[in-house]
């Protein structure tokens, strides 16, 4: 398309993988086209409608869409929810309903309108029914627009095409499935030639399928076609070809290429199991036992192989030692079976099919206006859900067949009983079995409903179970208690009693019966080991029941759904603050500072950890252990979240990254002169103040890379101060930089920085403080790309407070003899003369008692990341800051700092700009008015990163100097005769749009910080300042009892209660000194209040308010031109002018003449 007319390509992507365009975007620069790649959703109507809005506004308007957007989740019909099937349709069905829609609502003129489709749609394909669903979509839609609409349209069915595609990663097993069926890949330019000719092309057909076939077999697997027009075509070229009728059973090609596939498939099954490194150490005419396959291994396998196959080869085969080879000769027998038996089923269903899927004309839409994405499809979806319900009835998994299967893998006769069992796990029948196999009293617990095994899956072989407790009432509980009581006094008392031990007796968790916290009964059957208990944490890579966060569970496949719980767990979330506005909801949008604690990660440690909790340094009580093995456990979580290697440890440390960089600066002993003198440190612009101060109080060497023009580290100076390091000076480099700024969210390409400082022998250090609970952190992604270590605040993570902060290095950083921090549990040995320190890096240089607690839950923060997954987390993240864009990218008076076209985690600093006065609203005004009128929770100020600020708002040397000496002082409160004043230094307002958000948090925020920007200068009127600590207060109202009432101890009362004494002193405060009522409105809104309240504002001021008693600034003369923020007087001066000029034009005359002509 470059080659002819094409001038530019708008790829529209969920998840872009930009390195897949870079090499196209060069190939089509050769022909003056370029081609930008937008992060959207198409399934979302306003990301589709706002981006061809904008297109059409630019001088390359939208001529021409092309949909291929796909999500491939195949599952048998009996299997198949609905969330399931919506799932993968929507991409496809919304997707292409709301490109059809957008551009005709935009009245965009195309010149196509294409839709990618699949040949799985013309196929009888086990489990793809919800994807062919949208195939058949993408035809009907095609349909409507040509025949209804007369506008151009086209969906084009594809078998797989070389190199392209959904098949471009999967492309040798989906060839040799197509392969075995008569339909072969394509090759890619003739391909794409001809489906060039068909976008130019006008042809009568408005769904075209390309496909290359070997007659021979597709007409022999023509049973698999589940388009009957196909098949009379297929007929018609047999008969012209002379082909005869050849059926799937008979030996030939058909047979060998379908064995083949079959033995490919197992053999990959069998090297998954196995964890084997290649295919090719997998010898099909090896019997399985012989190849390592234990019996873990065995029942997933029998287990795939009934699911994919149907083929009920029994466990006791796969132990006799079958072969690859008889298992896929098993199958292809059962295959050939089943279709056998369904040709009758093919003749009766013939007719239905037929009146389906014979003429286009059939497949319609509904044309009204409010017609969703799925409405008018009935006959969309029935032609899918047909041609798998035949499936379905060929391989006949039914419950009771189910039922059989789970008898045959258990041995368990009692048919009502499995029953039961199998309704427990919901008729999951893999699940059941495995964790019947695991728990060999499973019989005997069926029979008692109060308890079931819980199974934990994990990837590994290890499998974890425990008996947990679902009685949920007490009454039932206590009443079980008292009869196991008295079971055990009967034993007691029994002849055999001193002859019978227990072989558990010598157990110290096998204790009697007792509660816990939450009145669960705690017997014998259900105590838990402390591995066990640690299995319950932290082993959950994979597993099918998340036992820590069960809610999460299942959500898990809902991301939308996941956000909306993680952000109903809020602790906090609906916190009503009363403000002097009135009561507010407490809006948080600074988890740049901190995050906040969630719900059900505290119930876990309150219910699963607090029990257990005592001191580590120990492994010789239970409790002991277990506090121990929880922390362990969350640290070998941790690891491998960040992908870290035997050669990587992780340090908890302290607060923060500030506590982790200390301690490694303090680990590579800086301050030892020798070691100074031969290093030096990199630093980048973006730097936090806890990634500069510790660096530079050792006194070595600092170097400070500075950024490009568009706000990213310099990369060509670096590679030069590299290079002159390494080659000249022969200093020893070390580079620390920000994975993403504080500031403005903008993130760095961390691995490619980290090659390059690697081609000079440098070591990489990375401060993830900002970053890291939205960005994936990858320790070793490649050799040269490794990290030596990176530094993590975990308080930043949603439900992260208490968390401590991390250090995750290379072991060859830790050449230190002495612990960085010594004290208990960093020796193994000590005298008065000699002291023998730990050798294991973790244990010794995490000194004295450690925050247990906070490691722990340290843990659970990295698991819930990775729950909702780096790509969720990202999708969301740059929609909320394409969203911030839109709405601020030119707003006259919000100046957005940072560049607006970086990648960028949602982080916002801004200033907000008043033309009239030529200045600036102060930030902590901002910040206080956020509060007061809105309940909205963000930061002012530098966020501890000074140069990096001065750098944001270009201020020379000069100007620096001069806030340096407002904000500087001696013993008498000046410096160089300047009076201290805080209110003169710079800064500015942050705030963060949090993924898991809700929309309409995220609009009120946004629609909040746009009214302040607008009107948030005349309530400067009604505040007042305090030059000494630059807080901003009600002029009424003493600054130090704005927020008294959040630092009283006195809230707890007589009956364990927090009772808040909020309202006393502020209520009595404006009762006596200030009327409301003149300025607050009768609105519930707090944004429809605050706009009634900035049109009251000028009358209460100029009848009330007396600016003469305002605190005076104090700024010698000679710097008054460095007063950059509006204050108070400002405005009251233009209030009263203003007012009384308004005041002046509607006043009457007092007399009235006739004027005379």
């Known amino acids: 398309m470059s080659r002819r007319t094409i001038e530019q390509f708008e790829k529209v992507e969920n998840n872009p993988q930009l390195e897949d365009w870079l090499q196209l975007k060069e190939t089509a620069a050769k022909y003056n086209t370029s081609i930008d790649v937008v992060q959207a959703d198409v399934t979302h109507f306003d990301d589709v409608y706002e981006l061809i809005k904008r297109l059409n506004q630019t001088s390359h308007p939208v001529r021409g869409i092309i949909h291929s957007a796909v999500i491939s989740d195949d599952k048998l019909l009996t299997n198949l929810s609905q969330e399931t099937l919506f799932r993968v349709m929507e991409p496809k069905v919304r997707g292409g309903w709301n490109l059809h829609q957008a551009s005709q609502q935009i009245g965009a003129s195309l010149h196509f309108f294409v839709m990618f489709s699949s040949i799985r749609n013309h196929l009888i394909d086990p489990g793809s029914s919800s994807y062919n669903a949208g195939n058949e979509f993408f035809e009907a839609l095609a349909h409507y627009r040509r025949e209804q609409l007369k506008l151009p349209a086209l969906s084009i069915a594809l078998p797989a095409v070389q190199g392209a595609g959904m098949f471009h990663r999967q492309q040798a097993i989906l060839n040799n499935l197509l392969i075995a069926q008569g339909i072969e890949m394509l090759p890619t330019v003739p391909t794409f030639e001809l489906v060039e000719r068909l976008f130019i092309m006008q042809t009568n057909y408005s769904s075209p399928v390309i496909f290359a076939v070997d007659w021979k077999r597709l007409h022999a697997n023509k049973a698999n076609l589940a388009n009957r027009q196909l098949v009379q075509f297929i007929e018609q070229q047999a008969t012209q070809q002379g082909i005869s009728n050849v059926r799937t059973n008979d030996s030939g090609s058909s047979s060998i290429a379908r064995i083949e596939v079959i033995i490919e498939r197992i053999r990959e099954t069998v090297m998954r199991l196995l964890g084997a490194s290649s295919i090719d150490r997998i010898d099909i005419d090896r019997s399985l036992l012989s190849l390592g396959l234990d019996s873990l291994a065995a029942v997933s396998l029998y287990n795939w192989l009934s699911q994919e196959w149907g083929a009920f080869i029994s466990l006791a085969e796969i132990f006799q030692g079958v072969k690859i080879s008889e298992i896929a000769n098993r199958v292809q027998k059962k295959m050939i079976e089943r279709q056998t ?556 700092l940072g560049s607006t076209t970086l990648p960028r985690l949602g982080i916002f600093s801004f200033l907000l700009y008043v033309p009239f006065f030529h200045k600036y609203l102060h930030h902590n005004f901002v910040c206080i008015l956020l509060n007061d009128l809105f309940g909205i929770q963000v930061r002012s100020g530098c966020s501890c990163a000074g140069p990096y600020v001065i750098d944001l708002l270009e201020l020379d040397d000069r100007t620096t100097e001069v806030f340096i000496q407002f904000v500087t002082a001696d013993d008498s409160g000046r410096f160089k005769n300047v009076p201290k004043n805080a209110l003169m230094k710079p800064g500015f307002t942050r705030f963060n749009l949090s993924y898991f958000a809700s929309d309409e948090e995220v609009d009120y925020i946004l629609n909040a910080v746009d009214f302040i920007a607008n009107e948030g200068w005349k309530f400067l009127a009604l505040y007042t300042f305090d030059t000494d600590t630059a807080v901003w207060h009600p002029r009424t109202m003493p600054s130090e009892n704005h927020f008294s009432q959040f630092h009283s101890l006195e809230m707890a009362n007589k009956d364990r209660r927090m009772k808040e004494k909020f309202e006393k002193y502020p209520v009595e405060h404006w009762n006596s000194n200030f009327d409301r009522s003149n300025i607050n409105s009768s609105s519930d809104n707090p944004i429809e209040e605050a706009i009634l309240m900035a049109n009251n504002i000028p009358k209460y001021v100029y009848e009330n308010i007396d600016f003469r008693t305002d605190p005076p600034l104090n700024i010698p003369d000679e710097y008054k031109d460095y007063i950059w923020f509006i204050t108070p007087k400002d405005v009251i001066r233009k209030i009263i002018i203003d007012f009384e000029q308004n005041d002046k034009s509607t006043r009457t005359a007092l007399f009235h003449t006739k004027m005379k002509k």
């Not at 093919?346 to 409405?375: F, H, I, P, V, W």
């Open 341 to 896: 038996a369904s040709r009758e089923i093919e003749t009766t269903l013939s007719n239905d099919m037929e009146q389906m899927d014979g003429s286009e004309d059939n497949l319609t839409l509904s044309t009204t206006k409010n017609a969703a994405s799925y409405n008018g499809m009935e006959g969309v979806l029935r032609v899918s859900l047909v041609k798998d319900i035949l499936i379905r009835i060929r391989m006949s998994e039914l419950k009771d067949q189910q039922i059989e299967y789970f008898q045959t893998l258990t041995n368990w006769k009692d048919r009502q009983k499995v029953i039961n069992f199998l309704r427990m796990y919901e008729w999951d029948v893999s699940f059941a079995a495995e964790a019947f196999l695991t728990n060999p009293d499973a019989e005997e617990i069926n029979n008692n409903q109060s308890c079931k095994p819980i199974l934990f899956r994990t990837n590994s072989k290890e499998v974890g179970s425990r008996y947990k407790t679902v009685n949920e009432n007490w009454t039932a509980q206590k009443r079980f208690f008292e009869n196991h009581q008295q079971q055990q006094q009967q034993q007691q008392t029994s002849k055999h009693s001193l002859v019978k031990s227990s072989p558990h007796s010598l157990n110290p968790l096998n204790h009697l019966q007792t509660a816990n916290n939450f009145n669960e009964i705690i017997t014998t059957s259900n105590i838990e080991s402390p591995n066990e208990r640690v299995d319950q944490l932290f082993k959950l890579n994979g597993s099918k029941r998340t036992p820590m966060f069960p809610d999460i569970n299942q959500l898990k496949h809902n991301k939308q759904q996941l956000l909306q719980y993680i952000d109903s767990n809020i602790i906090g979330k609906n916190l009503r603050a009363n403000t002097i506005w009135g009561s507010r909801n407490v809006i948080y949008a600074d988890y740049t500072a901190s995050g906040r604690g969630l719900i059900f990660i505290e119930y876990c440690m309150i219910n699963n950890v607090l029990p257990y909790y005592a001191n580590t340094h120990s492994e010789n009580n239970v409790c002991a252990l277990q506090t121990t093995k929880f922390r362990e456990g969350s640290r070998n979580l941790i690891k491998r979240y960040v992908n870290a290697t035997d050669e990587d440890v992780v340090i908890f440390t302290g607060s923060g990254s500030t506590a982790a960089i200390n301690k490694l600066v303090d680990v590579l002993n800086l301050k030892d002169e020798k070691v100074r003198k031969r290093t030096v440190i990199f630093i980048s612009t973006f730097e936090h103040h806890s990634n500069i101060l510790p660096w530079k109080e050792t006194g070595v060497e600092i170097k400070r890379i500075p950024n490009t023009k568009q706000g990213l580290i310099n990369r060509d100076y670096l590679r030069q101060q590299l290079k002159y390091y390494h080659d000249e000076v022969r200093k020893h480099i070390i580079c620390t930089f920000n994975a993403a700024s504080n500031v403005t969210g903008i993130t760095t390409d961390v691995d490619d920085i980290s090659k390059l400082v690697h081609e000079y022998d440098g070591w990489i250090f990375w401060d993830y403080a900002a970053a890291a609970p939205y960005v994936k952190i990858d320790m070793n992604p490649s050799k040269i790309a490794c990290k030596e270590a990176v530094f993590i605040s975990t308080h930043k993570f949603v439900g992260g407070p208490s968390t401590p902060g991390i250090l995750i290095a290379k072991k060859k950083l830790f050449n230190n003899r002495v612990p960085s921090s010594v004290g208990g549990g960093t020796v193994t040995f000590v005298t008065s003369t000699y002291i023998e320190y730990v050798k294991d890096i973790e244990t010794r240089e995490e000194g004295g008692t450690p925050n247990i607690l906070g490691s722990i839950r340290a843990g659970l923060v990295f698991h819930l990341k990775e729950i909702v997954g780096y790509h969720t987390i990202e999708t969301r993240e740059n929609a909320l800051v394409e969203k911030f864009f839109r709405r601020f990218r030119n707003h006259p008076k919000l100046i957005i």
